[in-house]
């Protein structure tokens, strides 16, 4: 099955930017979801195919997707993004419709 | 506003099984795929099945194939998760999520997660 790989976790100061990749082979050729999820809560989508905002998300977050690389890019960070992060992954030719990467943890100093 | 809400977790034993559902409202059920997503204690997210608007298409993941059936009830807006053959690692929290399009649009809702328990 396909396999996504994060970084495990990403520390950025307060108004800094915070990139957190997501790699996955031809990732380039996979639509891209990007979640957050704080502790003891079920998890908000950011992004979707690659670099859409959903309604309501802050405009500091944004998507890109390389071909190599996804990346979910956090601007002018706050502490209140302090967070999990998830990439996701729709493999719509096999039985496993969806692949969640393994989580980035970030920490705003 | 779209709820999803989760019953019928709890304790089981290895080897048991469990049925969980999922009441949906708030939106036109029968429009949008779904999918069950878990969580186990300090770990990551997990999705382990999907259902099409019509049942027409399912996906499971390799760690629940021949073990967990999903299915859905449009006429009830509900959705379920049967569980067999329940094994300590399925240990965590399951979600019941709706899928932001047909299928592949990502995971816009979910529902509060309920626990389930594998332990003799």
């Known amino acids: 099955s396909y396999v996504l790989t994060q970084p495990p976790s990403v520390s950025v100061a307060p108004g800094e930017t915070a990139k957190i990749t997501c790699g996955g082979d031809?990732?380039?050729?996979?639509?891209v979801h990007w979640y957050q999820q704080k502790p003891g809560q079920a998890p908000v989508l950011l992004i979707n195919y690659d670099s859409v905002r959903l309604s309501g998300i802050p405009q500091r977050f944004s998507g890109s997707n390389s071909g190599i690389t996804a990346t979910l890019t956090i601007s002018r960070a706050e502490a209140g993004d302090e967070a999990d992060y998830y990439c996701?992954?729709?493999?719509?030719?096999?039985?496993?419709?969806?692949?969640f990467g393994p989580g980035t943890k970030v920490t705003v100093l | 506003d779209v709820q999803l809400v989760e019953s019928g977790g709890g304790s089981v034993q290895p080897g048991g099984s469990l049925r969980l559902s999922c009441a949906a409202s708030?939106?036109?059920?029968?429009?949008?795929?779904m999918h069950w997503v878990r969580q186990a204690p300090g770990r990551g997210l997990e999705w382990i099945l999907g259902v099409s608007w019509n049942s027409g298409r399912i996906g499971y993941a390799d760690s629940v194939k021949g073990r967990f059936t999903i299915s859905r009830d449009n006429a009830k807006n509900s959705l379920y998760l049967e569980m067999n053959s329940l094994r300590p690692e399925d240990t965590a929290v399951y979600y019941c999520a709706k899928d932001a399009g047909y299928f592949g649009a990502g995971i816009d809702y979910w529902g509060q997660g309920i626990l389930v328990t594998v332990s003799s």
């Open positions: 996701q992954v729709w493999d719509g030719t096999a039985d496993h419709l969806y692949v």
């Open positions: 031809n990732i380039g050729t996979k639509s």
């Open positions: 708030g939106f036109t059920f029968d429009a949008f795929g």
